[in-house]
């Protein structure tokens, strides 16, 4: 059984995230991201940077990959990789992926 020390802290930690998310609200701005949304951030970040690989199937995976799971803010890099690209399999891979990333809503 928790201590009501314990009680008191999970109160005030939630009373905290209440407030924080209510001051966010109030300025109009949104809460801070969650733990999730920072790892996909990451990952997306490093999907981009391995769009300038030397190795061709490494730059066609992570353009596919950020077609199924990408952002639209893949998009403007995805069209850069695409223009210096010279191996047109990869090229196809990433027109695909910035296809799939304009049908997103």
Same mark, same amino acid.
Do not use: H
């Given at each position: 059984?928790?201590?009501s020390?314990?009680?008191?802290?999970?109160?005030?930690?939630?009373?905290?995230?209440?407030?924080? =998310?209510?001051?966010?609200?109030?300025?109009?701005?949104? %809460? %801070?991201?969650?733990?999730?949304?920072?790892?996909?951030? @990451?990952?997306?970040?490093?999907?981009?940077?391995?769009?300038?690989?030397?190795?061709?199937?490494?730059?066609?995976?992570?353009?596919? @990959?950020?077609?199924?799971?990408?952002?639209? @803010?893949?998009?403007? %890099?995805l069209?850069?990789?695409?223009?210096?690209?010279?191996?047109?399999? =990869?090229?196809?891979?990433? @027109?695909?992926?910035?296809?799939?990333?304009?049908?997103?809503?």
């Amino acid at each position: 059984m928790p201590t009501s020390a314990a009680r008191a802290l999970v109160a005030g930690s939630a009373l905290l995230l209440i407030c924080c =998310v209510a001051g966010c609200a109030a300025r109009g701005s949104a %809460p %801070p991201p969650s733990e999730q949304e920072v790892r996909i951030r @990451r990952q997306a970040d490093n999907l981009i940077a391995s769009l300038k690989d030397k190795v061709p199937d490494i730059r066609a995976c992570a353009a596919t @990959r950020l077609g199924k799971y990408g952002k639209k @803010r893949a998009i403007a %890099p995805l069209r850069e990789a695409r223009a210096r690209e010279t191996v047109a399999w =990869v090229k196809r891979a990433m @027109r695909l992926a910035i296809e799939e990333l304009q049908k997103e809503p």
